[in-house]
T-cell receptor, first 113, second 113 residues
Framework: DTEVTQTPKHLVMGMTNKKSLKCEQH?????MYWYKQKAKKPPELMFV???????INESVPSRFSPECPNSSLLNLHLHALQPEDSALYLC????????????FGPGTRLTVT | GNSVTQMEGPVTLSEEAFLTINCTYT??????LFWYVQYPGEGLQLLLK?????DKGSNKGFEATYRKETTSFHLEKGSVQVSDSAVYFC????????????FGQGTRLTINP
């Protein structure tokens, strides 16, 4: 099973809302990633979890809060977002600290109104 | 620093044409190289990879050879299909070091019947 799943597929939220994005993988991968992708651009790395510990935060605003409850799950908690945060949010996973290929989920299309 | 440069798109071809998408890289170490494909409305899928010089990655009729002397990893396919229409991203990661994929800007490919 080489699948990374993400829920929800689409999300519309107001600037005062709190919502969460969820990502799950059952490949035994120990590194998980959040990316943000704007239209016609490559994905931009936001966070990396390695062995359930946050190892990279690419200076992401605090209105985005990641959480890794266990090695299979990754959440992204959203609060007080801005319209410019509207984007496709992609989750990915890879085997571990020695990075080879990353496997991506289908993404959550987020619209902030 | 580490970077990836792809040929600018969009690229439009007729079905059964030969495809080349150029990719060159700059890296401080010894990178692994990847091609990812993103179909409309979807996440990224790993298309092929190469982890050392002269390696050839191949999948679904696509090929790319890791050329250290020219720091290139060009994507080729002998006969494209309408279903190959997508955005293609060249990317690199260092075998040791930060867990980051460095993406090129992406090349949008459209295949006309």
């Amino acid at each position: 099973d080489t699948e990374v799943t993400q829920t929800p597929k689409h999300l519309v939220m107001g600037m005062t809302n709190k919502k969460s994005l969820k990502c799950e993988q059952h490949m035994g991968h120990r590194a998980m990633y959040w990316y943000k992708q704007k239209a016609k651009k490559p994905p931009e790395l936001m966070f990396v979890y390695s062995y359930e510990k946050l190892s990279i935060n690419e200076s992401v605003p605090s209105r985005f809060s990641p959480e890794c409850p266990n090695s299979s799950l990754l959440n992204l908690h959203l609060h007080a977002l801005q319209p410019e945060d509207s984007a496709l949010y992609l989750c990915a996973s890879s085997q571990g600290r020695t990075v080879y290929e990353q496997y991506f989920g289908p993404g959550t299309r987020l619209t902030v109104t | 620093g580490n970077s990836v440069t792809q040929m600018e798109g969009p690229v439009t071809l007729s079905e059964e044409a030969f495809l080349t998408i150029n990719c060159t890289y700059t890296a401080t170490g010894y990178p692994s190289l990847f091609w990812y494909v993103q179909y409309p409305g979807e996440g990224l899928q790993l298309l092929l990879k190469a982890t050392k010089a002269d390696d050839k990655g191949s999948n679904k009729g696509f090929e790319a050879t890791y050329r250290k002397e020219t720091t290139s990893f060009h994507l080729e396919k002998g006969s494209v299909q309408v279903s190959d229409s997508a955005v293609y991203f060249c990317a690199l990661t260092l075998i040791q070091g930060a867990q980051k994929l460095v993406f090129g800007q992406g090349t949008r490919l459209t295949i006309n019947p």
